[in-house]
T-cell receptor, first 117, second 112 residues
């Protein structure tokens, strides 16, 4: 089956620093990738939709200048949390789809646990 | 605005019984609903998709129903096993661009 990886699996950083998270589709080309954030005991909240070669589309309330998304190739998207603060501590999960159909399955990565001190 | 609600935060059942999880939506009927399994500290894993015009879908021990009158989807696991213990997420799709809106999930625990 389709595999999506994320790196790193966890990261601890100081307040004010930037952190980059990678999302890769290992055995398929991802036309679209999604970035989600999940707080403890809460649902996945979509942050942005990323299409290869174009600017990401951010959900309402998500600061695009704080959460920089780059989808440089069909197998790689990156999320950079700039000037991270403790309230940005969360579980960040990416997903990828390979087709353009309405009901294409999203394959999720294992997630990245970010802790900002 | 549309909400996806999974009423039970947690559900404990005995091994061998059928687990039934509920997903309700508040307003318009979504084009499709998807069910995912999420283990602690891991990303969700896709299980089943059911479209608005389908009443039931099955996959091995899993069954999903979609009732547009009740605005509800039910997710059943028959002959449950301790390995089925996880959080199960319901997600609404069809909102454009393959976007999904997730419910908060139901944590299922299957006890021996």
């Amino acid at each position: 089956g389709a595999v999506v990886s994320q790196h790193p699996s966890w990261v601890i950083c100081k307040s004010g620093t930037s952190v980059k998270i990678e999302c890769r589709s290992l055995d398929f080309q991802a036309t679209t990738m999604f970035w989600y954030r999940q707080f403890p005991k809460q649902s996945l909240m979509l942050m942005a939709t990323s299409n290869e070669g174009s600017k990401a589309t951010y959900e309402q309330g998500v600061e695009k200048d704080k959460f920089l998304i780059n989808h440089a190739s069909l197998t790689l998207s990156t999320l950079t949390v700039t000037s991270a603060h403790p309230e940005d501590s969360s579980f960040y999960i990416c997903s990828a789809i390979s087709g353009t159909g309405v009901t294409d399955t999203q394959y999720f990565g294992p997630g990245t646990r970010l802790t900002v001190l | 605005s549309q909400k996806i609600e999974q009423n039970s935060e947690a559900l404990n059942i005995q091994e061998g019984k059928t687990a039934t999880l509920t997903c309700n939506y508040t307003n318009y009927s979504p084009a499709y609903l998807q069910w995912y399994r999420q283990d602690p500290g891991r990303g969700p894993v896709f299980l089943l998709l059911i479209r608005e015009n389908e009443k039931e879908k099955r996959k091995e021990r899993l069954k999903v129903t979609f009732d547009t009158t009740l605005k509800q989807s039910l997710f059943h696991i028959t002959a449950s096993q301790p390995a089925d213990s996880a959080t199960y997420l319901c997600a609404q799709g069809g909102g454009g661009g393959n976007k999904l809106t997730f419910g908060t999930g139901t944590q299922l625990k299957v006890e021996l």
